[in-house]
């Protein structure tokens, strides 16, 4: 079936350390999104691509970095600049020609600064 | 630039009795809408969703929405809650800005369901 992967699931970091949380997709759509959630405040936008080799910053990049190599792949890293980095993360994706905005997401990862 | 309120974080209701979660948007241009729900710790999955067609959009789940123009609203419904459909809500709005489809979420309804 085809859908949106994220990995891992559940992580763990001790502050100071980079990680980075894994998004594949086989939709075979050309754009993808990294939204944060936080209880309250809905989900916020924090990078998105529409090509491969390229991507903008959303509403709050500070602290983040993506890249976009392949179509089906989109890194989120979360680096030691990120000020509050425990959150859900969600990973999205929209087709070509979807111009109605249409968003698939994944299941989430829960990012937990000890 | 679009925005999206949604009345209430949190509405409770007896099972079998009607559910509606409100939601009010502000878009410059005519908006796509939409509704989507989310499980714990799970993403999000589209319910409906608004592209001009009808004003009364039906979704899964028995779930339906009615845009109305003149009031910016886009409110969801459901005559009778089932257990089932405790989960927190989203309203989102999406429009062209900047060469991109940009999609806004409202900050969630989590709804409860009385047994």
């Known amino acids: 079936d085809g859908g949106i992967t994220q990995s891992p699931k559940y992580l763990f970091r001790k502050e100071g350390q980079n990680v980075t949380l894994s998004c594949e997709q086989n939709l075979n759509h050309d754009a993808m999104y990294w939204y944060r959630q936080d209880p309250g405040q809905g989900l916020r936008l924090i990078y998105y691509s529409q090509i491969v080799n390229d991507f903008q910053k959303g509403d709050i990049a500070e602290g983040y970095s993506v890249s976009r190599e392949k179509k089906e792949s989109f890194p989120l890293t979360v680096t030691s600049a990120q000020k509050n980095p425990t959150a859900f993360y969600l990973c999205?994706?929209?087709?070509?020609?979807?111009?109605?905005?249409?968003?698939?997401f994944g299941e989430g990862s829960r990012l937990t600064v000890l | 630039a679009q925005s999206v309120t949604q009345l209430g974080s949190h509405v409770s209701v007896s099972e079998g009795a009607l559910v509606l979660l409100r939601c009010n948007y502000s878009s410059s241009v005519p908006p796509y809408l939409f509704w989507y729900v989310q499980y714990p710790n799970q993403g999000l999955q589209l319910l409906l969703k608004?592209?001009?067609?009808?004003?009364l959009v039906k979704g899964i789940n028995g779930f339906e929405a009615e845009f109305k123009k003149s009031e910016t609203s886009f409110h969801l419904t459901k005559p009778s809650a089932h257990m089932s459909d405790a989960a927190e809500y989203f309203c989102a709005v999406s429009d062209q800005s900047g060469g991109y489809q940009k999609v806004t979420f409202g900050t969630g309804t989590k709804l409860q369901v009385i047994p």
């Open positions: 999205a994706s929209r087709a070509r020609g979807s111009d109605t905005g249409e968003l698939f």
């Open positions: 608004y592209t001009s067609a009808a004003t």
